[in-house]
């Protein structure tokens, strides 16, 4: 028995707001890839596959407290404010870049407030393509309400899922998922910087939410316990410092290496404090294929994730390990996602998936249905 359908959460609100015309990439002015038309075309796949997923515009409003348990105040009021100010001093209307970023070797020598936003743009920002435009923060905003309201469901049914495993009337082959159609995405934002097209981390900040419900506890008297899977292209080293110093949640990656965002992501980087061992990286060479991706993850699981034993799992879903992504790509075909999501689903939690990367939008909808479909053990 498998489960009949997965729920989808969206707005229409994802393709409206946010939409710069131009980033620079590789030193050229070129198109943004982090487009709209990445959700129309996913959203287009899974409204002709009504028998696999249930699409709802349903969002509750969490407020601004579970963004603040993950972001600095000063960063989230610099996103709210930063177009406005931008436009004030003269910025193109594009949206707000930095023409300098502040490099350790510099900061190291005295570092005096940021003044105005040619340099609070590159205090709060790491690169070239985190464009804000006037309905940035709204966009990003929207983003985490949908994966805060898609969260709060994880939670209902993962109680509703340990009530039929207690029963005899589930077993764990078939565990409740749910998706997040979103974007901005976030793996890339940090506590207090944005970059990689990302300004809020949707991830950290529904994993923090479900570690702070009082009345969500384990056997032992502490919180549910988390693990964050993360299959994007890139490393989510936004993700990686909001939890690096803590042992709930986990945080697992398989990216490439030596690539974007290049300074982080090494294997040597595996937490401190309470969190050492509990960070874990897995770069991958370019060369990376289907067999060898699935390989990989499944020792993943089986290594990391499954002695973690989580009561969830979060999925960053980035499918730019696509063989044709225009700005990353492994060897990874359309064929393999179903296999990935199959593995994923072999953990035997209930799982939200968040979606992060992927930008050949020819082949978007039918790579993400077909991990989410492989999740559901349905054959694409």
Known sequence: MTPALMKVYTSKLCTTMHTPEFEFLSGAETQYYESPQRLDAILAYLETHSDSF???ERVEDFGYEPIQRVHKQDFLDYLETAYEEWIQEGGHPNGVLPATIPHHKVTRLGKAKASNLLSKAGEYCFDLSAVITKDT???????AQITLTATKDLVRLGAEYEQSLASGAQSRENPPGLY???????HHAQSDICGGYCFLNNVAIAAQWIIDQPELKGRDGQP???AIVDVDFHH???TQEIFYSVSNPLYTSMHSADDYPYFTGSALEKGEGEGLGFNVNIPLHHATTDDDYVEILDKLILDHVMPYQPDYVIVSLGVDTFKDDPIAGFLVTSEGYPRIGNS???IGVPTLFVQEGGYC????GINVGGMLQGFLGKKV
């Open 54 to 56: 249930e699409i709802t």
């Open 137 to 143: 923060f709204k966009a990003a905003w929207n983003a």
């Open 180 to 186: 997040a159609l979103v974007r901005p995405p976030g």
């Open 224 to 226: 549910k316990k988390i």
């Open 236 to 238: 989510g080293n936004g």
């Open 344 to 346: 994923i689903r072999k």
């Open 361 to 364: 939008v020819e082949k978007l």
